[in-house]
Structures are given as structure tokens and as C-alpha cells.
């Protein structure tokens, strides 16, 4: 039996495993060998089906683009393979590998997004719609999970701003809050966590304004795939990842902090801010460095910066605010 850490190997290459299973305690319960089994053979036939062309999955189209000034440089991208095969979506499943397996039933047309709350007046967009909106650019940000990985994803979107200014919010509107697709008869695997559904984030309004946050629709410049929130999420790169809600249907607009689902969970660990911040450590674990997905092992471990990298453009959001407090 193994006691300690293995000799030669570093307390930090171990953590990964342990933050993982930590998660998993949100677990209803274990999944019985054999289940688990049969998923996965159900999952290589998903597989399978997404890639078919009959089954008329628009994902892999090509997204027409224009160049971004507030693309991220100087850093190597993540691999497609490893940005929508390494995935946190929980309505498919906790592992993961799941999601790439499983989104593969999310109907992503017909697709509406709900405007409702503190505006001129409710309004529903169809995909298509927001699609044509605005100008789509190709947008480097770096990804930071609470997990303590981190990848470098080229997202295809424009900024949430410019959404925002169509859907009319009303001058007492401080907060948006996002809802994600929820069905649990095509996301079954929903079931194996506690979470409380619809999966729910929400942003300040300034935070929602400001033009990095991404109203997303693409990655590679090309459709989404199911598994990275198909037809279309929030990215919101200075903030660990679970800010970013995928699949989502409505965008409400809030005179008051709108409830989110990791802070429902665990609100000791997961704050209402969650800006990603080298100096507040998760209870649990470090949050100093990160591990870069799909290199080397030898060179995945990086400091993790202030706000990811991004506090030249949202550093004087928080300007007032003890970020200790309000982690
Ligand atoms: N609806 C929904 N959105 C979600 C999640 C989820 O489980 N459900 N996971 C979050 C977490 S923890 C992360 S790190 C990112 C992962 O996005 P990616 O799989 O495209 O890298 O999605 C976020 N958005
Ligand atoms: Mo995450």
C-alpha cells in the first residue's frame, strides 16, 4: 500500500488528483462498476452519432471572423482535441471525458434566449439572430478553473456588451444572471450530482459590460460543440471557469445578486466574485499555481496570475473592494 506521496514526485503534481476527487464529493452516489462500464460504451456510440453528418450536428461548421485587439498573444494555444475533449459541463456527467460523450443529444436548433427582469420590455432572441448581431471575432483567452488547470482556448464571439444594449436594461438593473438549457431527460447524468438545476451564474453589471466578456459561439472558428455550451455561453476570462455558463436559454437582468450554483453548493469555496486571484486560496487547496492542460507534464505547472492575466483591463472594477472578502 501506498503511504506519502511517491518519492521523486512533486506534492504539486499530486494535487490535481486530489482537487478532482474533493469535487466529487458533490456526488450523489458512486456509480456501481458496472454502470459505469456501460456508460462508456454507450458514450463511444454518441461519439460516433456526433460525428455522423446525418445526424445534422452543426457542429465544425466554419464561423466567419474578424480579428480581435483584445485577443490574447504570445501564448500556445490548447490543442481542439484537449479544449472539447477535457470538459466541466455536470449536466453530462462529472468526469471529464463525459460531456464529449453525452452533449450529443443537446438540441441546439431551434434555440431561444429569453430577455426577461428589469428591462424596457421581455424580449425573446432566436440563435440565428444573435449570430448576425454583431461581427464575430476570433478572441485568445486564457481559461482558468477553480481546479487549479488552465488551458488557452480561441473562442468566437462578441462582446456581451453589445448584446446587452439590445436587450434595454432598465437604469436599477446592477446584476445579470445567466440560465443554462436544463432537461433531464436528454442530460440524465444530471442526476449523479447534488446540484440544484438550472445551472445559474451571474455577473455585476459593470463586470458584463466591460468588452471582454464574450458572448460565445464558436472555438477554433467553428460552431461550438455541445460539450463547450453549444449554441451559445458566456466566457468571462479573468474569472475561474464555472462564471462562464454554457447552453444558455435566458439572461435576466437583477436589481439584487442573483443566485448562483457554486455558491449554493459550497458558499465558503465558491464566492459570488470568483475572480481568479493567486492570494485567496480555495479552502480546500492552493489556488498559486496552475497546470497547463496538454503539455509536457515536465512543463505544465505555471504561476497563476492576478485576474488571469487581465487586470490592466478589469483591475479598477474591483477598485474599493477587499477581494479577500469578496473572493
Ligand atoms: N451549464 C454549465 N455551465 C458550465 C459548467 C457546467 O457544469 N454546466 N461548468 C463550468 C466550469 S466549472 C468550467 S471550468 C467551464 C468549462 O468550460 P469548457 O468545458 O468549455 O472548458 O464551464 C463552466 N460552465
Ligand atoms: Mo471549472
Known amino acids: 500500500m501506498l503511504i506519502g506521496k511517491p518519492p521523486g514526485i512533486p506534492a504539486s503534481a499530486i494535487t490535481p488528483r486530489e482537487q478532482y476527487m474533493n469535487r466529487r464529493r458533490f456526488l450523489r452516489t458512486a456509480i456501481s462498476g458496472a454502470a459505469a462500464t456501460g456508460a ?3 458514450g463511444a456510440e454518441r461519439i460516433a452519432e456526433v460525428l455522423s453528418p446525418s445526424a445534422g450536428v452543426l457542429a465544425g461548421t466554419k464561423l466567419q471572423t474578424v480579428k480581435s485587439p483584445l485577443t490574447t498573444t504570445g501564448e500556445q494555444l490548447t490543442s481542439y482535441k484537449d479544449v472539447t475533449t477535457y470538459n466541466n459541463f455536470y449536466e ?25 427582469g428589469l428591462v424596457k420590455k421581455p424580449k425573446t432572441f432566436d440563435i440565428d439572430t444573435l449570430l448576425k448581431m454583431h461581427a464575430l471575432e476570433d478572441r485568445v483567452y486564457r481559461h482558468r478553473c477553480v481546479e487549479a488547470w488552465s488551458m488557452v482556448v480561441p473562442w468566437v464571439g ?9 436587450c434595454e436594461p432598465l437604469s436599477n438593473a446592477r446584476y445579470v444572471q445567466f440560465l443554462s438549457y436544463y432537461d433531464k431527460h436528454v442530460e440524465k447524468w444530471s442526476s449523479e450530482s447534488t446540484i440544484f438545476w438550472p445551472y445559474s451564474e451571474g455577473l455585476r453589471m459593470d463586470e458584463a459590460m466591460n468588452p471582454l466578456t464574450l458572448l460565445t459561439f464558436g472555438l477554433y472558428g467553428e460552431v ?3 460539450q463547450n455550451g453549444a449554441p451559445v455561453r458566456i466566457v468571462v476570462p ?7 455558463a454554457k447552453s444558455i436559454v435566458a439572461v435576466r437582468f437583477l436589481d439584487k445578486q442573483p443566485h448562483t450554483t457554486w455558491n449554493d453548493m459550497a458558499p465558503n469555496e465558491y464566492g459570488f466574485y470568483s475572480n481568479v486571484n493567486p492570494n485567496v486560496d480555495h479552502p480546500r487547496w492552493s489556488q498559486k499555481t496552475e ?10 505547472l505555471r504561476t497563476t496570475l492576478m485576474f488571469n492575466g487581465y487586470g490592466d483591463q478589469v483591475a479598477s472594477l474591483y477598485n474599493s473592494m477587499d477581494l479577500k472578502k469578496y473572493y
Do not use: C, D, H
Open 40 to 42: 462508456v460504451a454507450f
Open 92 to 116: 453530462f456527467g462529472v468526469q471529464k471525458y463525459q460531456p464529449a460523450m453525452n452533449a450529443g443529444g443537446l438540441p441546439t436548433r431551434p434555440w431561444t434566449v429569453r430577455v426577461e
Open 158 to 166: 462578441y462582446s456581451l456588451s453589445e448584446f446587452i444594449r439590445q
Open 224 to 226: 461550438l460543440p455541445n
Open 238 to 244: 479573468w474569472k475561474y471557469g464555472f462564471k462562464s
Open 291 to 300: 497546470r497547463r492542460i496538454g503539455l509536457p507534464f515536465y512543463a505544465q
